[in-house]
Each structure stands twice: as C-alpha cells, then as structure tokens.
C-alpha cells in the first residue's frame, strides 16, 4: 500500500472515531427565538443558574430558596404544586428531613402515570449543584414548560417529582416511594443525574425484569441522539453507586430510565459544579433524551414489565440497535462456524500456514498485555510523579483527557512497532490469532457478561476481512476500512468511557480496548508499507500528550487542588488536633498542622464516615476551645422479655450539621431515630463494631435514639458531632483558602467535629 494511501486511510480512520463522539452531543448555539412549543437549552440554563448560587445541601441556608424557585416556576405553569414532607433513613442509615415538590398533570385516560423526577439538593458540603442536579430539575422544568405550550393532551397522568436530600441516601426518593399514594399510580419514571458536567447523558436503565418492554419503547420514542448501551448498565448495576430511580425499582418495583452525564467528572460534588462549567450542549443533550420520550410516553401504555432481555447499543446513522438476548449464542455459534470454515478453507486452499498462524498468535499477545501494563505501571507512576493527584478523590485529573489521549497513542504504537516485526507473515495469517481471541471475549461475555455480548458483530467485519485478505494480495483500502466501521463506532467511545467515569486507575482498560480495537485495523495496516512510521508517530505523539499534561499538572484558579482541615474536640480526654485528609498540605493547611504534621493514630479508626473509606492522613496538635459536647440523658433502660430496651436523647448544645453515632461490638437487634426504624437491609450487613447511623441536622433537631440489645450487654456508643462552620466560627481565626484551592469533596472538610463516647 501506498504511503499516500496510508496516510489516507489513517485520516479516515480518524473521521470515524471523530465521528463516534460528535454523533453522541447535538450542537449548541444561543437562541433567542426558540419557539415556545420546544425544549430551549438557553431557557434551561437560566434555571441551572438561577438554582446554583449558593450551596443548597440539606440544612445549608440556600435550601430553601432553591424550593421555593422551583415551586414558583411550576406555579408560573398553572401547575397546583404540593410538597410532601418527612423523615427517612433509607437504606444506609442517613436520617434525614427530606421536602419533596410534587405536581401532576391529569391525562385522559385511566392507565399508570408518568413520572419525571431529577433532585433539587447539592452535595453536602461544597457543591453549588449546577450540574448535580440543578440540570436535571432545569430539564424537566423545561421539558414540562414545552409540553404544555405544544397544547398536547395526554392519555397519561404525568407526575412531576423534584426529589430532596438525593445525597443524604435518597431519602426523598424513600420518602414517595413509601410514603406517598401517587406513588402506586406510577407505571414509568424517568430520572436525570450527574456525576460530571459535560459529555451526553448515558441511558441507564432500571427495571427487576427483562428491558425488552423499556427499550422497545425507547426506541419507539426516536431520540435523535440515543446515547445507551447494555454494558453500561451491566457496569453501573456492578457500582455502589445509585441513584433515586434505586428506589423506585427496589421498594416499588416501578420501571425507569436514568439519563446522566458523567465527563469533566472532577467538577463532580466540587466547588466546581457551577453553571458557567456545564457544557451547554449536555443540557441540550438531557432535553432530546427526555422530549421524544415524554411525548411517547404521555400517550402509550406504560405496561413495561417484560421477562426478556436485550443487548442494546448506539452507532452513528443507525442510532439504537437491539436484539434479544436469545440471539446472543446463535450469534456467536455463527462467528465460530464461520471462522472454523475459514480455517478449514484457507489450509486446504494453502492460504494459511500453520506455523505462521501460531506465531501469529505471538504479537497478538504481546501487543495485549505491553499495552495493558502501560496503562497499568503508568497509571502508578503518574501518582508517583505526581503525589498531588491522590487528593483528587475522583480518581480524574483536571489533564485526564490528555493522559487518555496520550496512553491510548503509546498502545497503538505498541501495537504498530509489535506487529512490524511479523509483517512478513502475512494479513492473513496474523489475523486468526485476533479473532480467536475476539471469540473468546465474545464466549466469556455471552456466558458472563450478557450486556456486552454485542461485541461480536464486530467480529463479523474482522472474519470478513480474513476472507479478502485470503483471497486478495493487495485488498481495498476502502473496503477493509469499511469492515472496520463497526468496530471503531461501536468500541472507540468505551476507550474513553472507562478511565472518565471510572477514574484513571482504569487506564488500563482503556489502554487493553485500544490494542483489541486495533485488532480490526489489522487487515489494513498489516498492508501499509511501513507500518514501523505510524508506531513511531503514535509514541511521538504519546510524547506530546504527556508533555501536555505536564504543563497542565499544576493547580491554579481554573484548576484548584482540594484541600481539607478540620478541628477535632475530644471531649473524653479534654484534648484537640487539626486534622487533614489531604495526602500533600498546602501552605493553607500547613500553618495549622505545622511543618512536620504527624500521621493520625486513634484518629484513624471510626472517624466520621466518607465516600471512598477515606481517612485522615495528618494530624496536630490544636488549642482547647469552648465548644460544646452534646447532652445525652438516658430516658429509659427497661428490661423487656430479657432484652434491653434503651431509650437515648442526644441534645445538640451548639449549631450542628451532623451527627453520626458508632458502637461497640454489640448485637443491637432494633434501632430507631426518632421514631423511624432504621432498614432491616443495613443492620444486617452493619459492622457491629462500626456506624450505626448518621443524623443530617436541620434546625438543631434532637436525636432520640431507641435500642435493643441483651440483657446484661454494655452498650458503648461513639458521637461524632460536626458543624461546617470552622472558617466563619468566631472562636477561630481560619483564613480564607487561596484561589487555587478548593474544600475537599466526600469528605467532611471545614467543619468542627465533637467526639463524645456514652457507656450504657
């Protein structure tokens, strides 16, 4: 092959990766004259900004302002708008208050209702919520707004839900489903999310059946931009992360779709997460994922339980293709018969040579494993080189795109520079060991991991291949990148998938699919006259990307390091200390916990819970203050049927955010927080040694504690009491962090924290 039509057919096989991604986004561009009857990203946005000023968590002043703007603009509709208020504890022990708004839009027949829901609260401490999840509550609002001006009467009742305390643990979410009785009238929920502020929003779906009824009827609706697939679900059932739709389908065996986005997720759950950093055609993404589906779902029977499932993804043109799992083996049975005939063909025929087969297997395997360990290694050392980055808790750099960019570059030249030295074997011969390979990802997947099982129809491009390649000495540059096509569509956006909503710890992965992508570009490089070029052009440009991310590796204004400190009271021993979760202080931190900080000792067991079991990393020694501890009075402790019945009032004596109580290694058989029970499902998987419940404060409400345990047992329980108030509490003198820093996420960070130990 021609070095000119190399270089063309690289061009064009970087078309069609482009082309994977800018399929997935509609374009944005402000209007002004949006007509009333559609969905207007500019209209959205102005809710996103109007609800992110403030931090609006539960128990933050800004709360209830965000409420109340969203009961107006439902009002400004003509809706009659109603608010349902009480008290969960959900499925992980997180009491809270929780107000949702609800208001319902009466349809014309007597079937199950539609339900739109996103969540009104931000994250607990430093997020301004714009992308989570003030742009979900925008879509809807929007969404709403342009139904009703289209003048469309629909079959279904729509119900319109803005969920509260979604980060607490879904305890709004937990509050309808349990408590509401529209609840029961639900037939479909469809939920927006965040866990980034750019990218399209991933079609996630939740069901206890078979998804045939759900994506029949997503396909029906005809967005224009499905982004979806039956692994990212696989993935996202895999996680410990859920969502309010979790509710739905656990507690109320109600079906739904999640629609949430999850790139640039170093915003996620940050001070970042403002409305100036969504990106505006994700909004405008949200609104063509819930448009079509609202106008078919307002009209169609919303009977969705099925016992079938499909495999599912989205390619440029063809937009949502699907087909029963029942497909999954004949399928794959075909690519092997298929592939056995080939063999059979091309030995017989001498197109084949046995001992150039099997070292064809070599570079295969060499390339497989070169390119997953330098995802792997590299990953590790970027850590090393850059300790900084462990204090992204996300797991994602603010220069994450270049590190995938740059490593993905490194696996293709890996894969180039392998294949080089076994270019005299020959297109066909080097081909059978890739598609063996291929069909054994493809069994263990039908076998193992269902959702992925289309990753076979690919491979069909690849057996078609071998056959021009057997058949032709100098294929068609045209024809073996169009058996390409599949492949590239289908597998270059997971590339990029795993390491931005999984961290770059999965490098990796993305680095082992890039090598198995490359599989089927095979047949085409395997004719470029020199291929070593193009290796050696991967890993310049694996150089460039990492001279990128250097640049890009410092903090700034744009780019702030997270950062932490707290003050913690131990008020069993009349002592205190600065602490720190941060791996690196910076000079902010610094002046507190001193030069030399010592690592935290007792510090580090039964600390106040955080997401990603992070614990503090540096500790000093602080001043007393006069801060005080909460009262607890036991009100009873009666013996009943020989258990111990225990009755516990905790009083908070100052301003408080948070209360999260521990006990010792006790059988406690039933707990209540005032009145409400915490889930069977938590005290059965709890660490009797470990949390026993968080209690998120509004109004300095008291926590009145009812336990039972055996007679005769000594219940010791451990307080944690925080209040987020240590950079403006006037006992301290805390000076505003710098511009290039930002309070840390998932953690409790800027707060005072009491630690108080009862004996029972």
């Known amino acids: 092959m021609k070095k000119s039509t190399s270089l063309l057919a690289v061009i064009l096989i970087g078309i069609l990766v482009f082309w994977s991604f800018s399929a997935l986004l509609p374009s944005y561009s402000p209007k002004t004259d949006t007509p009333e009857a559609e969905f207007s990203t500019d209209r959205a946005m102005a809710h996103v900004k109007a609800m992110s000023t403030e931090l609006h968590g539960v128990g933050f002043p800004g709360h209830a302002p965000v409420r109340e703007y969203v009961v107006q603009q439902l009002e400004k509709m003509g809706l009659e708008v109603s608010l349902q208020e009480g008290y969960t504890s959900g499925d992980w022990a997180n009491y809270s208050k929780a107000i949702n708004v609800l208001a319902r839009i009466k349809g014309s027949g007597n079937g199950k209702a539609l339900l739109l829901m996103s969540h009104y609260d931000s994250g607990v401490h430093s997020s301004f919520g714009a992308s989570d999840a003030a742009s979900g509550v925008a879509t809807v609002l929007e969404g709403i707004r342009a139904y009703l001006a289209s003048g469309e009467s629909p079959t279904n009742d729509i119900i319109l839900l803005l969920t509260d305390a979604e980060e607490l643990g879904l305890n709004?979410?937990?509050?309808?489903?349990?408590?509401?009785?529209?609840?029961k009238d639900v037939g479909l929920a469809i939920n927006f999310e965040a866990r980034g502020s750019g990218g399209p929003g991933y079609m996630l779906i939740e069901t206890n059946g078979g998804n045939s009824a759900l994506i029949d009827a997503y396909a029906k609706a005809d967005s224009d931009y499905p982004v979806a697939n039956s692994l990212a679900y696989s993935i996202y059932k895999m996680l410990p992360n859920d969502t309010d739709l979790t509710v739905f389908r656990e507690d109320g065996d109600i079906e739904g779709f999640n629609f949430a986005f999850i790139d640039d997720h170093f915003d996620y759950h940050t001070a970042l997460d403002v409305a100036d950093r969504l990106d505006p055609e994700t909004l405008a993404h949200q609104g063509a994922n819930l448009m079509p589906l609202l106008h078919h779902s307002a009209l169609a029977s919303l009977a969705l339980k099925s016992d079938t499932d499909q495999a599912y993804f989205n390619v440029p043109i063809f937009k949502l293709v699907s087909y029963p799992f029942s497909w999954i083996y004949p399928m794959l049975g075909l690519a092997v018969l298929l592939f056995v005939v080939l063999l059979i063909f091309g030995f017989q025929k001498n197109m084949l040579q046995a001992k150039a087969v099997f070292t064809g297997f070599l570079p295969a395997l060499i390339a497989i494993v070169l390119a997953t360990l330098a995802g792997f290694i590299g990953w590790k050392a970027l850590l090393w080189i850059y300790p900084d980055y462990n204090d992204m808790l996300h797991g994602f750099t603010y220069n994450g795109y270049s590190y995938i960019a740059a490593f993905v570059a490194l696996a293709l030249g890996i894969c180039l520079l392998t294949y080089k030295r076994f270019k005299e074997l020959g297109a066909a011969n080097l081909l059978v060991g890739p598609i063996f390979i291929w069909l054994l990802v493809c069994t263990a997947t039908a076998l193992y991991l269902k959702g992925a099982a289309f990753f076979v129809i690919p491979v069909f491009g690849l057996l078609a291949a071998l056959w021009v390649s057997m058949n032709q000495k100098q294929p068609s540059m045209w024809l073996l990148v169009l058996l390409a096509v599949p492949a590239i569509w289908i597998f270059a956006p997971f590339i990029k998938m795993f390491p931005v909503g999984l961290g770059l710890k999965m490098l990796m992965a993305a680095t082992l699919f890039t090598a198995l992508t490359f599989f089927f570009v095979l047949p085409l490089t395997s004719n470029f006259k020199n291929p070593g070029f193009w290796g050696r052009a991967g890993l310049l440009?694996?150089?460039?990307?990492?001279?990128?991310?250097?640049?890009?590796?410092?903090?700034?204004?744009?780019?702030?390091?997270?950062?932490?400190?707290?003050?913690?009271?131990?008020?069993?021993?009349?002592?205190?200390?600065?602490?720190?979760?941060?791996?690196?202080?910076?000079?902010?931190?610094?002046?507190?916990?001193?030069?030399?900080?010592?690592?935290?000792?007792?510090?580090?067991?039964?600390?106040?819970?955080?997401?990603?079991?992070?614990?503090?990393?540096?500790?000093?020694?602080?001043?007393?203050?006069?801060?005080?501890?909460?009262d607890v009075r036991t009100v009873t402790d009666t013996l009943i049927g020989g258990k111990?019945?225990?009755?516990?009032?905790?009083?908070?004596?100052?301003?408080?955010?948070?209360?999260e109580v521990y006990s010792n290694a006790v059988a406690i058989e039933k707990a209540l927080i005032n009145?409400?029970?915490?889930s069977e499902e938590f005290m059965s998987r709890r660490n009797p040694a470990g949390k026993l419940l968080t209690h998120y404060i509004t109004d300095n409400e008291t926590s009145n504690l009812s336990l039972v345990v055996e007679a005769g047992e000594t219940l010791e329980l451990t307080l944690y009491e925080a209040s987020n108030d240590l950079l403006f509490n006037p006992l301290f003198s805390i000076p505003p962090r710098p511009e290039t820093s930002i309070p840390l996420p998932f953690v409790l960070n800027d707060a005072v924290l009491v630690k108080k130990t009862v004996r029972l």
């Open 172 to 183: 709004g979410a937990d509050l309808f489903v349990n408590h509401h009785p529209w609840a």
């Open 675 to 678: 009145e409400i029970p915490l």
């Open 644 to 659: 111990r019945h225990l009755e516990i009032c905790i009083t908070p004596q100052r301003d408080v955010n948070r209360l």
């Open 541 to 630: 440009f694996f150089l460039g990307f990492m001279i990128k991310a250097h640049t890009n590796s410092g903090f700034a204004i744009d780019t702030p390091k997270p950062s932490s400190l707290l003050y913690v009271l131990d008020a069993d021993t009349n002592s205190a200390q600065w602490a720190s979760y941060d791996h690196r202080l910076i000079d902010w931190n610094k002046q507190f916990l001193g030069q030399s900080p010592e690592p935290p000792t007792a510090l580090a067991d039964n600390t106040i819970s955080s997401k990603y079991s992070t614990g503090f990393n540096w500790v000093a020694q602080a001043p007393m203050k006069a801060i005080a501890s909460p």
